[in-house]
């Protein structure tokens, strides 16, 4: 059974920044879209950023340029440098792959404080 496990999460400031890693246990790692997820309270889980096989990145409008998605495939990890955070970007964050997604991890917290 593939594992994802995210970390990086914590406690910051409005403004501050944070990267998050998701290590995932698969030999198929490299042939997979990758996405970074979020689950604020009480909200539906959303797709916040995806990064293709080949590298190229896509992001939901609302970021305005502030995360940066990338992956290591020789680690097996995807990342999201999140900068200029904000109090809404407090959330569950999750990493799956985009189109045959695995069973979810248990997530990093991100809470961001005004």
């Known amino acids: 059974q593939v594992q994802l496990v995210e970390s990086g999460g914590g406690l910051v400031q409005a403004g501050g920044s944070l990267r998050l890693s998701c290590v995932v246990s698969?030999?198929?790692?490299?042939?997979?879209?990758m996405g970074w997820y979020r689950r604020a309270p009480g909200k539906q889980r959303e797709l916040v950023a995806r990064?293709?096989?080949?590298?190229?990145?896509y992001y939901a409008d609302f970021l305005k340029g502030r995360f940066t998605i990338s992956r290591d495939n020789a680690k097996n990890t995807v990342y999201l440098q999140m900068n200029s955070l904000t109090p809404e970007d407090t959330a569950v964050y999750y990493c799956?792959?985009?189109?045959?997604?695995?069973?979810w991890g248990q997530g990093t917290q991100v809470t961001v404080s005004s």
């Open positions: 698969t030999s198929t790692f490299s042939s997979k879209a």
């Open positions: 990064i293709t096989t080949g590298g190229t990145t």
């Open positions: 799956n792959s985009v189109w045959t997604p695995w069973s």
